[in-house]
């Protein structure tokens, strides 16, 4: 079984090694809480002089936000992704405008928990913050962007300002780590996956002899995977999934394994524009959180699949093959755009050869060649002998 394993990998370890070579040792990435705490009691309280000193001049008190929406305000830089320039156009919230007076509230009223939470060093869900007041935010997805807007405003990462979000994602594998609690968590169960952590800023004592880590788009094709018994024939590997577009916290996961371990990063995903979407967001980020590009991307990622040009290499029943809506082709001409795939010229054949074929196909759509195909064959064969792009 051992030279079986071996020989699996020889691609793999070919890209790892490479990977390690290459990577760049970053030794003053991570500041000092301390630090960090007095910039957000800084910054929230200049803001708090300002909204006083402008009542005070019989002003009406306004708050300047970066447009977290525009790609106007996004720059790219391949080794890091998308990410907000420094220069960022801002949205402007008037405390006498009815359109923009409820958010001014919202805002103050976030500000004030974050400041108490972080002077008492405590921390507060997203969901208990909308359940305390419910009047005021009106929904959880209120909150949600106020905690972004004030992260972006206030220049700190969003797990500085001691807010946490409950995590959609699930990982197994090969790994094993400490929370910042203490608890030991092992992921190396094949029946069960383990839940993302909520605070994956505090995960310590990071421990792992995989050889790679492989996203996987869907939780469907996840559960596969464990039911497979995936990780233990194919092991030592990590698989994680976000459950279709990703939560912060589980991009924060993946981008932590790829700082500590420094192995390849795979995706596996529908072979159709919305799955190659999301694997994006992975490897370039995306223009609602370009602020915290540097602590969210993974640009080493690869495309495993499903991609594609196996399609027609595998033979895969026309049945099984989906054609492409005019929704999917607006959206595959509106990735071809983006400025990242400049740099991808193997990823921009396989969307032209979609664009070209107008059929897609989910990963579900292997079984249609033999109920195993995907665990047994697929993917075996595709790290083996290095079918990424």
Same mark, same amino acid.
């Given at each position: 079984m051992g030279s079986h394993v071996a020989?699996?990998?020889?691609?793999?370890?070919?890209?790892? *090694?490479?990977?390690?070579?290459?990577?760049?040792?970053?030794?003053?990435?991570? !500041?000092v809480d301390k630090e960090i705490n007095n910039e957000i009691f800084t910054r929230i309280e200049n803001i708090?002089?300002? $909204?006083?000193?402008?009542? =005070?001049?019989?002003?009406?008190?306004?708050?300047?936000?970066?447009? #977290?929406?525009?790609?106007?305000? $996004?720059?790219?830089?391949?080794?890091? @992704?998308?990410?907000?320039?420094?220069e960022s156009f801002v949205t402007t919230i008037r405390?006498?405008?009815?359109?923009?007076?409820?958010?001014?509230?919202?805002?103050?009223? &976030?500000?004030?928990? $974050?400041? #108490?939470?972080v002077q008492?060093?405590?921390?507060?869900?997203? #969901?208990? $913050?909308?359940?305390?007041? +419910?009047?005021?935010?009106?929904s959880q997805k209120t909150v949600d962007n106020i905690v972004d807007d004030i992260s972006c405003m206030l220049k700190v990462p969003r797990r500085s300002l001691h807010v946490l979000a409950t995590s959609k994602g699930l990982i197994s594998g090969d790994l094993c780590y400490m929370e910042e609690d203490g608890t030991r968590i092992d992921c190396h169960s094949s029946s069960a996956a383990v839940a993302v952590s909520s605070n994956i800023g505090g995960i310590r004592d990071i421990v792992s002899s995989a050889k790679f880590v492989m996203i996987v788009e869907k939780d469907a094709t996840f559960? #596969?995977?464990?039911?497979?018994?995936?990780? +233990?024939?194919?092991?030592?590997?990590?698989?994680? /999934? @976000?459950? @279709?577009?990703?939560?912060?916290?589980? !991009?924060? &996961?993946? !981008?932590? %394994?790829?700082?500590?371990?420094?192995?390849?990063?795979?995706? %596996?995903?529908? *072979?159709?524009?919305? @799955?190659?979407?999301? &694997?994006?967001i992975y490897k370039y980020g995306s223009v609602a &959180?370009?602020?915290?590009?540097?602590?969210? /991307?993974?640009? =080493?990622l690869m495309w495993l699949g499903l991609l594609p040009s196996d399609l027609q290499r595998l033979r895969v029943p026309e049945d099984a093959l989906i054609p492409l809506t005019k929704r999917d082709e607006s959206k595959l001409s509106s990735l071809l755009q983006r400025p990242y795939l400049t740099n991808q010229p193997e990823w921009q054949k396989e969307m032209e050869l979609m664009k070209q074929s107008k059929v897609k196909a989910e990963i579900q759509s292997l079984a249609a060649i033999a109920p195993d195909f995907l665990t047994s064959i697929y993917l075996p064969n595709k790290l083996r002998y290095g079918g990424w792009v």
């Open positions: 020989e699996l990998f020889t691609e793999t370890d070919k890209l790892c *090694a490479q990977l390690l070579i290459n990577a760049e040792v970053v030794t003053d990435c991570q !500041r708090i002089l300002e $909204i006083v000193t402008s009542l =005070s001049k019989d002003k009406a008190p306004v708050l300047a936000l970066p447009n #977290r929406s525009s790609w106007v305000n $996004i720059s790219f830089d391949s080794a890091i @992704g998308l990410q907000m320039s420094s405390s006498d405008c009815p359109s923009s007076v409820t958010k001014f509230a919202q805002i103050l009223k &976030m500000l004030s928990v $974050i400041y #108490r939470l008492s060093n405590s921390y507060a869900t997203k #969901r208990d $913050i909308y359940y305390n007041n +419910t009047q005021l935010f009106g559960q #596969r995977l464990l039911d497979d018994d995936f990780c +233990t024939k194919l092991s030592p590997c990590i698989i994680i /999934t @976000g459950k @279709g577009v990703p939560d912060v916290n589980s !991009r924060l &996961m993946v !981008r932590k %394994l790829w700082d500590t371990l420094h192995i390849p990063i795979f995706a %596996l995903v529908d *072979a159709d524009p919305h @799955g190659i979407e999301i &694997m994006c &959180m370009s602020f915290e590009a540097h602590s969210l /991307t993974v640009p =080493s």
